[in-house]
Structures are given as C-alpha cells and as structure tokens.
C-alpha cells in the first residue's frame, strides 16, 4: 500500500511542477506585455508633449513618434503570436500525452 501511495504522491508532485512552470510562463508573458505597453504609453506622453511645444504643425517630429509607435506595435503582435503558438503547442503535447 505505501508503494501505491508514493506512486500517487509523486504524481501529484509532477501535476504541481507543471503547473508551476505554466504559471511561470505566463507570468514572464505578462511582463513582456506590460513592457510593450509602457513603452506604448511613453511613445504617446512624449508625442503629446511634443504636440504641446510644437503645435499641430511640427509633421516630421510626428512622423518619427508615429514610427515608433508603429514598430513598437509590430513587435507587440509578433510577440503575441509567439505567445499563441507556445500555449497552442503545450496544449497539444498535453491532448497528445491524453492519448
């Protein structure tokens, strides 16, 4: 009996550690989003008080932040899609190991 009972012990173990580490990963997740949308919001403070010293009419100074903006965008949505392939991969090495 107390083999059966460190059998299940250790599968309770292994369960925790993956949850651990999902939990883990999502966390590093969501520090990468919370980067990419501070620095989002820095661009846009700085856009606006640009617009401030300048005016409306300082265009090339615009272009620039409206640059930033746009690539900061880009790799946001590249990140996410990588975000998406890791989960929809770990769910199908779990649907996998189910089998």
């Known amino acids: 009996m107390s083999s059966l009972t460190s059998v299940k ?10 949850f651990d580490l999902v939990n883990k990963a999502q966390e590093s997740f969501d ?12 661009i846009e403070h700085d856009r606006r008080l640009m617009e401030l010293l300048y005016g409306d009419e300082a265009y090339e100074k615009f272009q620039k932040f409206d640059q930033k903006q746009a690539e900061t965008n880009l ?14 991969e770990q769910m199908e090495v779990q649907k996998a190991r189910m089998d």
């Open 9 to 18: 012990d250790l599968m309770e173990e292994i369960k925790k550690s993956f």
């Open 31 to 42: 520090e990468q989003t919370d980067e990419y949308e501070a620095l989002a919001s820095w």
């Open 75 to 88: 790799k946001q949505l590249d990140f996410y899609q990588k975000q998406k392939d890791f989960w929809w």
